[in-house]
């Protein structure tokens, strides 16, 4: 029997069409039942795959009487009873070629690291409903975190930046819930329970503000469990607090003098102008206190002055006009 014609019921006819010495005759129309045919498909896949990798997915299928007989039609496939689907939102169908199939199927981050079933079914009206099964593993995928390394002043923000990637160096896909350590100390909400930060596909931008860290380097830490498909991970950066420079204006003679102290021995420092004098090299003569006022240091720091004394050294030259 041809391969287009499908399992049903069918009536045949015999006509004959006559010649000279006979009338042509038409037969009775008797029924002819073709039933489905039954087949055999054989389902073998690549091995273990992680997220973002291809696995491959071989099919041969075999007419059960007939094994030479070609098989046409095509092939479904389901990952734990989900059937696959292009990219329309249709029900994916792969065409039988020579009586097999071979699909690559690109493991997306829904699937987590266990064990999965994966079926084939058989689409021909010819054939009766005929599946293979077979079962292939998703294993834990390693993630790495890569921070930036940052910095930042007293009393100031900054952003947390870096990446979660897999063992290909790719994105990481979903969301991560990650906290963040200063020094060891995990970052609290207003609530004073672990604060977390949640990061979409990989990027990370946590903004960070300061808590009275001292000024020097720290430790920041960012941390994420192990989710889906994916392993925790932990990794170190150095976070930076910089000195703030201090600012000091003073009035002398009605000129207004402007200085910058950078000098990193002193971290908020407080500037005590008491007898503060500036002689004829913009060398102003300063009492500077520690914040915890345990100790005076006593400095003559040369300083950038942002205007000369003029008023200084127009009276040193009537001085020298005047012994003239």
Known sequence: MPNYYHAKTYKLSAVYGGNNEYLGSRSNTPLLNLKQ????????????????????????????????RQVNGNVIFKIDRIT????????????????????????????SARKHTITVLLINNTYVRSQADNNFNVTTTTTNINLNTLSMTPKTSTIITGTITDNHGNNVQGINKVAVKIDGTT?????????????????INIPLEDQNYTTGEHTLEVVT???????????????????????????TNNQLKTATITNKEFVNIQVKQTNTQINETNQITLTLTDTNN???????????????NNQHNKSKQRNKQTKH
């Open 37 to 68: 045919r039954q087949a055999s498909l054989t389902l073998t896949t690549s091995g273990d795959v992680k997220v973002g990798e291809n696995i491959t997915f071989h099919v041969t299928i075999t007419d059960k009487r007939d094994t030479n």
């Open 84 to 111: 696959l689907q292009d990219t329309n939102g249709e029900t994916l169908q792969i065409p039988i070629t020579d009586n097999t199939v071979t699909y690559n199927y690109t493991v997306g981050s829904e699937y």
């Open 187 to 203: 970052l609290k909400a207003s609530s004073g329970e672990t604060q977390y930060f949640y990061i979409e596909d990989g990027q």
């Open 225 to 251: 469990g192990a989710r889906s498909s994916y392993s925790g991970a932990r990794t170190n950066t150095t976070l930076t607090i910089e000195d703030t420079p201090a600012k000091i204006t003073k009035t």
């Open 294 to 308: 345990k100790k005076n240091h006593h400095r003559n720091n040369n300083l950038e002055t942002k205007q000369k």
